[in-house]
């Protein structure tokens, strides 16, 4: 079956623009992530969703940072005035938000450079 | 919290030999353990994970992992490396209870020669 979409694969933006990252999770799957992967700081998580819950925001690095989920389905990330030490590549994952089924299966990624 | 270390940043090897990749980890309570692997330009592929049971967990494309509680271990290991096994790997852990999102190490790149 299909994995997770990620689209665009990859996106350049000037400094200041507002940017949105699309992610498609696995059909069925109710939990939702959102990680970040960069040179100086590795992978590390932004945003979490489960079903109809409250989001986990904890992870997010800045009020410029923001997620939705609309359906149960498909995500969205916007990052609002980009800076450059935006670039990254972001990865979504989904999973069954199950604990006995706990595996994360990801996208190929987002990479996002700001110029 | 919870965190991962990855000590090695790259491991070298011979095609035909065993491999070692290591992983130390600390979270409250019981965890829950995985090994990806990153190809470049690829996202995360999923490899083994331990939640409970036998410590030695075996996964995709030969690979195995022995969690080790007292020594808060799960290295990630394979009889007969092969050149194509050359990638990223990450270690990541997670527990029972509290945020379901996985925390990371730093990654270990595996270079294989043939």
């Known amino acids: 079956g299909a994995g997770v979409s990620q689209s665009p694969s990859n996106k350049v933006t000037e400094k200041g623009k507002d940017v949105e990252l699309r992610c498609d999770p696995i059909?069925?799957?109710?939990?939702l992530y959102w990680y970040r992967q960069s040179l100086g700081q590795g992978l590390e998580f932004l945003i979490y969703?489960?079903?109809?819950?409250?989001?986990?925001k904890s992870g997010l690095p800045s009020d410029r940072f923001s997620a939705e989920r609309t359906g149960g389905s498909v995500s969205t990330l916007t990052i609002q005035r980009t800076q450059q030490e935006d670039s990254a590549v972001y990865l979504c994952?989904?999973?069954?938000?199950?604990?006995?089924?706990?595996?994360?299966?990801f996208g190929a990624g987002t990479r996002l450079s700001v110029l | 919290a919870q965190s991962v270390a990855q000590p090695e940043d790259q491991v070298n090897v011979a095609e035909g030999n065993p491999l070692t990749v290591k992983c130390t980890y600390s979270?409250?309570?019981?965890?829950?353990l995985f090994w990806y692997v990153q190809y470049p330009n690829r996202g995360l592929q999923f490899l083994l994970k331990y939640i409970t049971g036998d410590n030695l967990v075996k996964g995709s494309y030969g690979f195995e992992a022995e969690f080790n509680k007292s020594q808060t271990s799960f290295h990630l290991k394979k009889p007969s490396a092969l050149v194509s096994d050359s990638a990223l790997y990450f270690c990541?852990?997670?527990?029972?209870?509290?945020?379901?999102?996985?925390?990371f190490g730093s990654g270990t790149r595996l270079q294989v020669q043939p």
């Open positions: 059909s069925g799957h109710t939990a």
């Open positions: 979270v409250s309570g019981n965890p829950y």
């Open positions: 990541a852990v997670r527990g029972y209870t509290g945020r379901r999102a996985l925390t």
């Open positions: 969703f489960q079903g109809n819950s409250a989001p986990d």
């Open positions: 994952a989904s999973s069954w938000g199950d604990d006995r089924r706990p595996i994360q299966y």
